[in-house]
């Protein structure tokens, strides 16, 4: 297949799909990739609830034990991506890009400067003042909220795994786990709808809070 500089977009958010099927579905696309038999591709997905633990993750991320998130409906899944532990939900865009980052010549964090760039130009579309890059974080915030996660996997240039921003996200479901902001000692999630402005705190910034 020539070099191209196209994406193929393949949305599934009309459902919530299941983790796993998606995962040997991405594992599949990135296999394709390899062989180049496939152009690059965006798979964008709305997962039902499931907590994914990246490669510096582990089950002291949880407040309970993994089985007792089992118990009350949550999936929870070791993942070969890097990062932490995060969840991923109703409401929350899950956007996983199959590209060869060798052809587009991107290493690994150029590569991982470029998605936090979309989410925070995502944002702005939407008036919210978001940054990426934040000294000893990953991801996008605002202010001190997270908006956005990132964990990628690169294998032999094929990039898996990607980006997951919250939308109408119920940020509850965060409460099970010890995501730390390491400048607060607080990891807080927030959402793009529903807003409160944050201007009592000093910020020229909308915070999305969940109703």
């Known amino acids: ?10 949305s599934l958010t009309r459902t919530l799909s299941s983790y ?5 579905l991405q594992a599949l696309l990135e296999q394709h990739r390899k062989e180049a038999t496939i152009g690059d591709t965006l798979l964008v997905v709305q997962h039902a609830s499931v907590f994914t633990v990246g490669k510096r993750g582990s089950a002291q991320d949880f407040h309970t034990d993994p089985e007792e998130l089992r118990q009350n409906g949550y999936e929870v899944h070791s993942v070969p991506r890097g990062g932490e532990t995060t969840y991923h939900g109703p409401g929350q865009l899950v956007a996983y890009p199959i590209v060869n980052l060798r052809q587009l010549g991107l290493g690994a964090r ?3 400067e ?25 991801g996008v915030w605002v202010g001190e909220r997270k908006l ?11 990039s898996s795994h990607g980006v997951a921003l919250n939308v109408t996200t119920d940020v509850s479901h965060y409460r099970w786990t010890r995501q730390r902001n390491s400048m607060t000692g607080a990891w807080l999630a927030v959402g ?4 409160t402005a944050l201007r009592s705190k000093g910020y020229g910034v909308l915070l999305m809070q969940q109703q």
Request: charged share 15%; aromatic share 4%; hydrophobic share 45%.
């Open 1 to 10: 297949m020539p070099h191209s500089k196209s994406l193929r977009v393949c």
């Open 20 to 24: 796993l099927p998606l995962a040997e």
């Open 110 to 112: 150029a590569f991982v």
């Open 114 to 138: 470029r998605l936090e760039d979309a989410m925070v130009q995502t944002a702005g579309c939407f008036g919210i003042q978001a940054r990426g890059g934040v000294p000893g974080k990953t």
């Open 148 to 158: 956005g996660a990132v964990g990628v996997r690169i294998s032999n240039g094929i």
């Open 192 to 195: 793009l709808c529903s807003a």
